[in-house]
Protein backbone atom coordinates (compact mmCIF):
# COMPACT_ATOMS: atom_id res chain seq x y z
CA UNK A 1 0.00 0.00 0.00
CA UNK A 2 1.53 3.20 -0.84
CA UNK A 3 0.91 6.08 1.82
CA UNK A 4 1.73 10.13 1.86
CA UNK A 5 3.04 10.39 4.66
CA UNK A 6 4.11 14.36 4.36
CA UNK A 7 3.79 16.85 1.72
CA UNK A 8 5.61 20.20 2.30
CA UNK A 9 6.78 23.73 0.06
CA UNK A 10 9.98 25.46 0.40
CA UNK A 11 10.51 29.28 -0.85
CA UNK A 12 13.46 29.43 -2.76
CA UNK A 13 15.94 31.37 -1.86
CA UNK A 14 17.05 34.48 -3.71
CA UNK A 15 20.51 34.62 -5.12
CA UNK A 16 23.33 36.42 -3.39
CA UNK A 17 27.00 36.89 -2.43
CA UNK A 18 28.61 35.53 0.05
CA UNK A 19 31.83 33.82 1.12
CA UNK A 20 33.29 34.94 -1.91
CA UNK A 21 30.62 32.60 -3.86
CA UNK A 22 27.35 33.21 -5.68
CA UNK A 23 24.26 30.84 -3.57
CA UNK A 24 22.69 30.27 -6.76
CA UNK A 25 21.62 31.67 -10.39
CA UNK A 26 18.60 34.08 -10.99
CA UNK A 27 17.71 31.08 -13.66
CA UNK A 28 17.54 28.40 -11.33
CA UNK A 29 16.00 30.65 -8.59
CA UNK A 30 12.95 31.66 -11.39
CA UNK A 31 12.93 28.03 -12.76
CA UNK A 32 9.32 26.28 -12.54
CA UNK A 33 8.59 24.61 -9.47
CA UNK A 34 10.00 21.20 -8.97
CA UNK A 35 8.70 18.72 -6.58
CA UNK A 36 11.06 16.22 -5.04
CA UNK A 37 9.59 13.00 -3.80
CA UNK A 38 11.41 11.63 -0.85
CA UNK A 39 11.50 7.87 0.16
CA UNK A 40 10.83 7.59 4.03
CA UNK A 41 13.68 5.35 6.13
CA UNK A 42 15.95 6.05 3.07
CA UNK A 43 19.09 6.84 4.02
CA UNK A 44 21.97 8.50 2.35
CA UNK A 45 23.76 5.85 0.86
CA UNK A 46 20.92 4.64 -1.03
CA UNK A 47 20.00 8.45 -1.94
CA UNK A 48 23.25 7.57 -3.79
CA UNK A 49 22.60 4.37 -4.93
CA UNK A 50 19.27 4.44 -6.20
CA UNK A 51 18.97 8.09 -7.35
CA UNK A 52 19.18 7.30 -11.05
CA UNK A 53 16.82 4.87 -11.40
CA UNK A 54 13.64 5.91 -9.49
CA UNK A 55 10.07 4.49 -10.12
CA UNK A 56 8.96 7.44 -11.66
CA UNK A 57 5.74 5.89 -12.68
CA UNK A 58 4.80 4.79 -9.74
CA UNK A 59 5.66 8.24 -8.19
CA UNK A 60 3.40 10.08 -10.77
CA UNK A 61 0.03 7.45 -9.93
CA UNK A 62 0.28 9.72 -6.22
CA UNK A 63 0.19 12.98 -8.24
CA UNK A 64 -3.13 13.83 -8.12
CA UNK A 65 -3.26 12.98 -4.30
CA UNK A 66 0.03 15.07 -3.45
CA UNK A 67 -1.20 18.06 -5.87
CA UNK A 68 -4.46 18.21 -3.48
CA UNK A 69 -2.12 17.81 -0.34
CA UNK A 70 -0.37 20.62 -1.88
CA UNK A 71 -3.24 22.83 -2.60
CA UNK A 72 -1.93 23.03 -6.01
CA UNK A 73 -4.18 22.63 -8.90
CA UNK A 74 -5.40 18.93 -10.14
CA UNK A 75 -4.79 19.48 -13.97
CA UNK A 76 -1.22 20.51 -12.73
CA UNK A 77 0.97 19.16 -15.59
CA UNK A 78 4.09 17.20 -14.32
CA UNK A 79 7.30 15.81 -16.29
CA UNK A 80 10.01 13.36 -14.61
CA UNK A 81 13.46 14.88 -14.99
CA UNK A 82 16.89 13.15 -13.78
CA UNK A 83 18.08 16.46 -13.76
CA UNK A 84 15.08 18.14 -12.02
CA UNK A 85 17.30 20.06 -9.11
CA UNK A 86 20.40 19.71 -10.79
CA UNK A 87 22.63 18.84 -14.06
CA UNK A 88 24.54 15.83 -12.14
CA UNK A 89 21.73 13.97 -12.09
CA UNK A 90 21.10 13.49 -8.39
CA UNK A 91 18.46 15.03 -7.67
CA UNK A 92 15.74 13.62 -9.45
CA UNK A 93 11.91 14.92 -9.43
CA UNK A 94 9.10 16.64 -11.12
CA UNK A 95 9.29 19.66 -13.29
CA UNK A 96 6.28 21.23 -12.73
CA UNK A 97 3.73 23.64 -15.16
CA UNK A 98 1.10 25.91 -15.09
CA UNK A 99 1.14 26.48 -11.33
CA UNK A 100 0.97 30.67 -10.30
CA UNK A 101 3.32 30.93 -7.47
CA UNK A 102 3.76 34.48 -5.66
CA UNK A 103 7.17 33.37 -4.49
CA UNK A 104 10.05 31.17 -6.64
CA UNK A 105 9.32 27.85 -4.37
CA UNK A 106 9.49 23.52 -4.73
CA UNK A 107 7.65 20.90 -3.50
CA UNK A 108 8.13 17.93 -1.22
CA UNK A 109 6.81 15.06 -0.69
CA UNK A 110 7.18 11.81 1.69
CA UNK A 111 5.80 8.52 0.98
CA UNK A 112 6.06 4.92 2.11
CA UNK A 113 4.90 1.53 0.76
CA UNK A 114 4.35 -1.65 2.45
CA UNK A 115 4.37 -3.92 -0.48
CA UNK A 116 6.30 -2.28 -2.86
CA UNK A 117 9.79 -1.28 -3.79
CA UNK A 118 9.46 2.64 -3.94
CA UNK A 119 13.64 3.28 -4.04
CA UNK A 120 14.38 2.05 -7.16
CA UNK A 121 13.05 0.40 -10.79
CA UNK A 122 13.05 -3.30 -10.37
CA UNK A 123 15.13 -4.27 -13.51
CA UNK A 124 18.46 -6.08 -13.63
CA UNK A 125 19.96 -2.76 -15.26
CA UNK A 126 19.37 -0.81 -12.44
CA UNK A 127 20.42 -3.28 -9.66
CA UNK A 128 24.04 -3.91 -11.85
CA UNK A 129 24.31 0.44 -11.65
CA UNK A 130 23.93 0.64 -7.95
CA UNK A 131 26.33 -2.17 -7.33
CA UNK A 132 28.76 -0.10 -9.77
CA UNK A 133 27.90 2.72 -8.47
CA UNK A 134 28.56 1.58 -4.37
CA UNK A 135 31.46 0.03 -5.60
CA UNK A 136 33.18 2.52 -6.87
CA UNK A 137 32.63 4.70 -3.79
CA UNK A 138 33.97 1.45 -1.81
CA UNK A 139 36.97 1.58 -3.75
CA UNK A 140 37.29 5.30 -2.91
CA UNK A 141 37.06 5.13 0.81
CA UNK A 142 33.58 6.78 0.98
CA UNK A 143 31.86 4.04 2.27
CA UNK A 144 34.21 3.34 4.78
CA UNK A 145 34.21 7.45 6.00
CA UNK A 146 30.30 6.82 6.14
CA UNK A 147 30.10 3.77 8.15
CA UNK A 148 32.78 5.50 10.50
CA UNK A 149 30.93 8.39 10.86
CA UNK A 150 27.57 6.41 11.72
CA UNK A 151 29.35 5.50 15.20
CA UNK A 152 30.13 8.94 15.51
CA UNK A 153 28.00 10.23 18.59
CA UNK A 154 26.72 13.91 17.03
CA UNK A 155 26.59 16.59 19.98
CA UNK A 156 22.82 17.22 20.57
CA UNK A 157 21.77 15.03 17.65
CA UNK A 158 20.62 18.27 15.75
CA UNK A 159 22.90 20.89 13.57
CA UNK A 160 23.42 22.91 16.37
CA UNK A 161 25.78 23.76 18.68
CA UNK A 162 25.78 23.58 22.51
CA UNK A 163 24.54 27.59 22.45
CA UNK A 164 22.05 26.80 19.81
CA UNK A 165 24.10 28.48 16.76
CA UNK A 166 24.08 26.62 13.57
CA UNK A 167 27.32 24.50 13.18
CA UNK A 168 30.08 25.23 11.25
CA UNK A 169 29.06 22.65 8.57
CA UNK A 170 31.68 23.95 5.98
CA UNK A 171 34.67 23.40 8.32
CA UNK A 172 33.59 19.88 8.82
CA UNK A 173 35.29 16.70 7.10
CA UNK A 174 33.03 14.92 4.45
CA UNK A 175 32.35 12.35 6.80
CA UNK A 176 31.20 14.32 9.96
CA UNK A 177 29.12 16.33 7.92
CA UNK A 178 26.96 13.55 5.87
CA UNK A 179 26.32 12.10 9.78
CA UNK A 180 25.37 15.67 10.87
CA UNK A 181 23.55 15.85 7.65
CA UNK A 182 21.68 12.84 7.77
CA UNK A 183 20.70 13.28 11.88
CA UNK A 184 19.24 16.97 10.95
CA UNK A 185 17.19 15.53 7.83
CA UNK A 186 15.93 12.62 10.07
CA UNK A 187 14.72 14.67 13.12
CA UNK A 188 12.82 17.09 10.97
CA UNK A 189 12.28 19.26 14.00
CA UNK A 190 14.72 22.40 12.29
CA UNK A 191 13.70 23.85 9.60
CA UNK A 192 16.53 26.08 9.67
CA UNK A 193 19.59 23.59 10.00
CA UNK A 194 17.94 21.44 7.53
CA UNK A 195 18.14 24.02 5.15
CA UNK A 196 21.58 24.62 6.07
CA UNK A 197 22.79 21.33 5.34
CA UNK A 198 21.07 21.17 2.31
CA UNK A 199 22.96 24.26 1.44
CA UNK A 200 26.23 22.59 2.16
CA UNK A 201 25.63 19.88 0.59
CA UNK A 202 24.27 21.03 -2.96
CA UNK A 203 27.96 23.35 -2.21
CA UNK A 204 29.67 19.64 -1.66
CA UNK A 205 28.20 18.20 -5.02
CA UNK A 206 26.04 16.13 -3.18
CA UNK A 207 22.12 17.24 -3.63
CA UNK A 208 20.63 19.72 -5.34
Given at each position: MLTITETSKSERTSPSYKKGYM????RSYN???RLYIH???ENIMENILFRNNRPSKIYKSLLPEIFEALGLPLDTKASWSRTAGCTCGCSPGFVLSGVNVSVPCDFWATITSTEENIKVVDTDDAKMEALQ???ALKSQGIVAAMESAATETIANGTGRG???????????????????FS?????ETDNEAI????AEARRRGAVS
Open positions: TSTWAKPVEGRFEDKGNLRNFRQMSDSKFFAVAVIDEEAVR
